[in-house]
Each structure stands twice: as structure tokens, then as C-alpha cells.
């Protein structure tokens, strides 16, 4: 946790590490608050495990006349971009240039006498108008799109090069505040604050899928069994914070959604759901619910993939390699993996106030946070506890959900469909309901005619829960 007073120690509300590398430990960060500019930084990192970061300034940036609420940066031809959106409308795309803007000296000396000179000049490259609030931006992978989304309820895509506007979806549902872009290029996801999210076609720009609710079974957190009914998925708009972000993997396969909120009767239960590729596209059925005491509100994929762990049999995804992400909570930060059905990690009480947002390094060693009492804290982690990295990343179909099929008989709405990967998943026992939420005890196993192991007593404190 460097003690930099990033923005004046007013609240951050967004962070992003850049995917270009400039060194071994070293990473360009941006940072923007609730005041008016953004702010880029060089963090490095000493090779010894406890030796101190140092933090340096980098560029100061203005153009924004209001609080800005979330930046992002990306690549394109090798060169770099940065796109910011503020609480006015005001979207704008920033290019790294070498050159030295003619009015920026007179605009640093204005307004940021206190701050050294820019060692990076970034120039305005277009500026793009929503009606209201710019909520959250997504670049396209590997290309050259931006696609943003606001408090108007209108989605906008423009080509970054030349600010040509490429598609527009408009009615929206209420205040969107989300948006993640298909790695394989063929989906937009967004999600709302009143409870949906939507799946659209980032060719065409139509809506295939709107995703609220769910017929679910009987359903057993702990000791609480839950009705079988048709229940909403999502935190209604009581939930206050800045985004509800969803986040495919890089591997696009799985789709991952905070804001997960089952209600039964007196009781609420929290966490994100798992969505197979297909499913998320035809059905709208999660396959999988990830508990939490409290409401996560953003997920962030590691870029790297890693190799299976081979120690353990367990691999509920059928996935050939595992994906890590972390959730994000008002006051935590819970690692995950597609393999294992508990947390892998676990961060939390690192602030005072509410976390606001989060960003993976390209190489997965870092992990920054931000939050409303203005700092950042930044987590190192090691991947030698985690497994192999994997690379490249497989390649798979970008549309399996649209491969023509031999006709078969009808399923009932509550058969599981098959994902794309070919990798069967591992047996579940066959119940009406979920996996326990704290896993199963002795008793219940001795009653189904399983035999625990002595590992597998002590109960766990959170279990993924698979939907049959």
C-alpha cells in the first residue's frame, strides 16, 4: 500500500494496468478520481520478495471538465491508446505521442503547478458525446473498436482510429453500468442495475439474449433450503456501487457475472455465477453459482491460463487448462479458478472505505485496487503456488453456439446443454438440488453412501454450488 496521495486523496474510481510491458517489474498505471484529470504512473517492483515499491510520476492529463469514472488503455499497431469517460457524457480517446502537444505546457502550468513536467505526452485523439454519464469502456481484442456505455441507456461503438461510429444500440435497460467484449470477437455483455444483463452481437448490434431470472430447483446453502421457483438473478438497484462488470475468460469460454442475489424468504445469498459459452448465448442458464457472504459487483480475468493441477481430480468446468479471476466486494477481493470449487485466495479489510475497481497486469503478477479513501494497494502474486502457465492460449471456435445440429428429441428446460470444450466434466451425484453451500457433512455423506475421507471433514467456508 504506497503512500501516494494519487489524486489528492480524493476517491479513485478507476484503475488499469497497461498491457504493454516497459521492463521486468516495471508497469505504466493509470489512475483517475473524482477530480478532473488522469494520472500516469511507473510502479516497480524489486526481484527480493519484502523490498518496497517505488512509485513515479509519469504524465498528468487534462481535457475532462468532470469527475472521470472509468479509463482503460490498449494497443494498436504498436502504439497506445487510452480511453476515458467522465460523469458529463465526454468519452475520449487518447494517443501516446512523442511529440510535445503545443498547448499542453500552458495547460500544466494553469492548472497542476504543483506537479513535475510530463514525462509522456498524450494527445486528444477524439472526443465522442454520450447524452449522460459515461459508466464503463470495453476495447475491442485485438482490434481497433471502442465500445462504451452510459447513464442514457445507449451503447456506442467507434472505430478509435478515425472516431467513425461503427454501431449503436440504443434503449438499453436502466442505468448500464457493465460492458465486457467477447475475446473471440463475437458478443457484447452488459449488465444493469435493475437486475439484467444482456447479451449483443458486436457484428450486428441485435440483442440476442436478455438474462433476469431462472426457473431454479431446491436449492441447499447451509442449512437453509430454498424454494424451487422462478427467482430474478441479480442485486437490485439497492446494491450502491460504480460498475457491475462481467468478464469472459481469455480463452472465451466462460463468462463470469457478479451481482449474483438469491432471495428466500428471510434469507440472502450472494456471489457470482459461471456461465458456459453457449449457455449464456441461448439459454440464459448459469452453470454454476459462486458464494459469498456479501455482493460482488466485478470480475476480472487473469490473462494468463494456467496448466490443470494435476494433484487434484477435481475439475468441474471440463476445461483442458484453468482460468483465474478475482471478485470483487465492497471490502474483498476472492480468487477463483475454473478447477477447484472453492476460493484459491482471499484478500480483505486492506481499506477503510469501499473498493471501487481493479485491474490485472498482462503478465498475471499484479493485481491493483483502488478505493473511495483515495489509495491504491497492490498485490504481488506468485504463481509458483498456482501451477504452469499455459501459452499460447488455445484456440477455439468463435461461434459453437451456432454450429448446425442433427435433430434430436426435445429436453426439458432443466437438461444441462454441452459447452464447446471437448474435455468431459467430472461425475456430480445426481440430487434435486445444489452442492451444499459449506460442502457436505458426515452425516449426509453416510446417508447418500459415501465414505469421507479425514481431509474432508472439516466443513469448508464457501463451496462452489453446480446447477443440475
Same mark, same amino acid.
Given at each position: 500500500?504506497?503512500?501516494?496521495?494519487?489524486?489528492?486523496?480524493?476517491?479513485?474510481?478507476?484503475?488499469?494496468?497497461?498491457?504493454?510491458?516497459?521492463?521486468? /517489474?516495471?508497469?505504466?498505471?493509470?489512475?483517475?478520481?473524482?477530480?478532473?484529470?488522469?494520472?500516469?504512473?511507473?510502479?516497480?517492483?524489486?526481484?527480493?520478495?519484502?523490498?518496497?515499491?517505488?512509485?513515479?510520476?509519469?504524465?498528468?492529463?487534462?481535457?475532462?471538465?468532470?469527475?472521470?469514472?472509468?479509463?482503460?488503455?490498449?494497443?494498436?499497431? &504498436?502504439?497506445?491508446?487510452?480511453?476515458?469517460?467522465?460523469?458529463?457524457?465526454?468519452?475520449?480517446?487518447?494517443?501516446?505521442?512523442?511529440?510535445?502537444?503545443?498547448?499542453?505546457?500552458?495547460?500544466?502550468?494553469?492548472?497542476?503547478?504543483?506537479?513535475?513536467?510530463?514525462?509522456?505526452?498524450?494527445?486528444?485523439?477524439? %472526443?465522442?458525446?454520450? &447524452?449522460?454519464?459515461?459508466?464503463?469502456?470495453?476495447?475491442?481484442?485485438?482490434?481497433?473498436?471502442? %465500445?462504451?456505455? /452510459?447513464?442514457?441507456?445507449?451503447?456506442?461503438?467507434?472505430?478509435?482510429?478515425?472516431?467513425?461510429?461503427?454501431?449503436?444500440?440504443?434503449?438499453?435497460?436502466?442505468?448500464?453500468?457493465?460492458?465486457?467484449?467477447?475475446?473471440?470477437?463475437?458478443?457484447?455483455?452488459?449488465?444493469?442495475?435493475?437486475?439484467?444483463?444482456?447479451?449483443?452481437?458486436?457484428?450486428?448490434?441485435?440483442?440476442?439474449?436478455?438474462?433476469?431470472?431462472?426457473?431454479?430447483?431446491?436449492?441447499?446453502?447451509?442449512?437453509?433450503?430454498?424454494?424451487?421457483?422462478?427467482?430474478?438473478?441479480?442485486?437490485?438497484?439497492?446494491?450502491?456501487?460504480?460498475?457491475?462488470?462481467?468478464?469472459?475468460?481469455?480463452?472465451?469460454?466462460?463468462?463470469?457475472?457478479?451481482?449474483?442475489?438469491?432471495?428466500?424468504?428471510?434469507?440472502?445469498?450472494?456471489?457470482?455465477?459461471?456461465?458456459?459459452?453457449?449457455?449464456?448465448?441461448?439459454?440464459?442458464?448459469?452453470?454454476?453459482?459462486?458464494?459469498?457472504?456479501?455482493?460482488?459487483?466485478?470480475?476480472?480475468?487473469?490473462?494468463?491460463?494456467? %496448466?490443470?493441477?494435476?494433484?487434484?481430480?477435481?475439475?468441474?468446468? /471440463?476445461?483442458?487448462?484453468?482460468?483465474?479471476?478475482? %471478485?470483487?466486494?465492497?471490502?474483498?477481493?476472492?480468487?477463483?479458478?475454473?478447477?477447484?470449487?472453492?476460493?484459491?485466495?482471499?484478500?480483505?479489510?486492506?481499506?477503510?472505505?469501499?473498493?471501487?475497481?481493479?485491474?490485472?497486469?498482462?503478465?498475471?503478477?499484479?493485481?491493483?485496487?483502488?478505493?473511495?479513501?483515495?489509495?491504491?494497494?497492490?498485490?504481488?502474486?506468485?504463481?509458483?503456488?498456482?501451477?504452469?502457465?499455459?501459452?499460447?492460449?488455445?484456440?477455439?471456435?468463435?461461434?459453437?453456439?451456432?454450429?448446425?445440429?442433427?435433430?434430436?428429441?426435445?429436453?426439458?428446460?432443466?437438461?444441462?446443454?454441452?459447452?464447446? #470444450?471437448? #474435455? #468431459?466434466?467430472?461425475?456430480?451425484?445426481?440430487?434435486?438440488?445444489?452442492?451444499?453451500?459449506?460442502?457436505?457433512?458426515?452425516?449426509?455423506?453416510?446417508?447418500? /453412501?459415501?465414505?469421507?475421507?479425514?481431509?474432508?471433514?472439516?466443513?469448508?467456508?464457501?463451496?462452489?454450488?453446480?446447477?443440475?
Amino acid at each position: 500500500l504506497p503512500q501516494i496521495s494519487w489524486h489528492n486523496r480524493a476517491s479513485l474510481l478507476s484503475i488499469d494496468i497497461d498491457e504493454h510491458d516497459i521492463g521486468r /517489474g516495471r508497469y505504466r498505471i493509470a489512475t483517475c478520481s473524482m477530480e478532473k484529470e488522469i494520472r500516469i504512473w511507473e510502479i516497480t517492483f524489486k526481484e527480493e520478495k519484502d523490498a518496497t515499491s517505488t512509485v513515479n510520476f509519469i504524465s498528468n492529463i487534462v481535457g475532462h471538465h468532470n469527475s472521470i469514472n472509468t479509463i482503460q488503455f490498449h494497443s494498436i499497431n &504498436d502504439e497506445r491508446y487510452l480511453a476515458s469517460g467522465d460523469s458529463e457524457g465526454l468519452l475520449i480517446i487518447w494517443r501516446l505521442t512523442d511529440k510535445v502537444p503545443d498547448s499542453e505546457e500552458s495547460l500544466e502550468s494553469k492548472e497542476n503547478a504543483d506537479l513535475p513536467p510530463n514525462k509522456e505526452h498524450w494527445v486528444k485523439l477524439k %472526443a465522442i458525446r454520450h &447524452d449522460s454519464d459515461v459508466t464503463c469502456v470495453a476495447w475491442q481484442p485485438n482490434g481497433t473498436r471502442l %465500445a462504451s456505455i /452510459g447513464r442514457d441507456n445507449n451503447l456506442l461503438v467507434h472505430d478509435a482510429t478515425n472516431g467513425k461510429r461503427v454501431l449503436s444500440v440504443f434503449n438499453l435497460r436502466e442505468f448500464p453500468n457493465g460492458i465486457t467484449w467477447d475475446p473471440l470477437g463475437r458478443y457484447l455483455i452488459t449488465q444493469s442495475t435493475d437486475r439484467r444483463m444482456e447479451v449483443i452481437d458486436a457484428v450486428k448490434g441485435t440483442k440476442l439474449q436478455m438474462i433476469q431470472s431462472f426457473d431454479f430447483p431446491s436449492l441447499s446453502f447451509a442449512s437453509h433450503i430454498t424454494d424451487a421457483k422462478k427467482t430474478k438473478l441479480f442485486y437490485d438497484d439497492q446494491m450502491m456501487s460504480f460498475k457491475r462488470l462481467p468478464s469472459f475468460s481469455p480463452c472465451g469460454q466462460l463468462l463470469v457475472v457478479p451481482c449474483a442475489h438469491i432471495e428466500s424468504r428471510d434469507k440472502n445469498f450472494y456471489g457470482c455465477y459461471v456461465f458456459k459459452r453457449r449457455d449464456a448465448v441461448t439459454s440464459g442458464k448459469p452453470s454454476w453459482i459462486l458464494p459469498f457472504s456479501k455482493a460482488t459487483f466485478l470480475v476480472k480475468m487473469c490473462p494468463v491460463l494456467m %496448466a490443470l493441477d494435476e494433484n487434484s481430480t477435481e475439475n468441474y468446468s /471440463g476445461l483442458p487448462h484453468r482460468v483465474v479471476w478475482l %471478485a470483487l466486494t465492497d471490502q474483498a477481493l476472492i480468487f477463483y479458478d475454473s478447477q477447484h470449487s472453492s476460493p484459491i485466495a482471499y484478500v480483505a479489510d486492506v481499506h477503510y472505505l469501499k473498493l471501487t475497481d481493479a485491474s490485472w497486469s498482462r503478465d498475471g503478477s499484479l493485481v491493483a485496487v483502488t478505493s473511495m479513501e483515495g489509495y491504491c494497494s497492490f498485490l504481488r502474486l506468485s504463481f509458483d503456488q498456482w501451477g504452469l502457465k499455459v501459452s499460447p492460449i488455445p484456440s477455439f471456435e468463435a461461434t459453437p453456439e451456432k454450429k448446425k445440429k442433427a435433430p434430436t428429441k426435445r429436453q426439458s428446460s432443466n437438461a444441462p446443454l454441452q459447452s464447446s #470444450p471437448a #474435455p #468431459p466434466t467430472p461425475k456430480t451425484p445426481k440430487t434435486n438440488s445444489l452442492l451444499n453451500f459449506f460442502g457436505k457433512n458426515q452425516q449426509q455423506k453416510e446417508i447418500e /453412501g459415501e465414505t469421507p475421507s479425514p481431509s474432508e471433514r472439516p466443513k469448508k467456508r464457501i463451496k462452489l454450488i453446480t446447477l443440475d
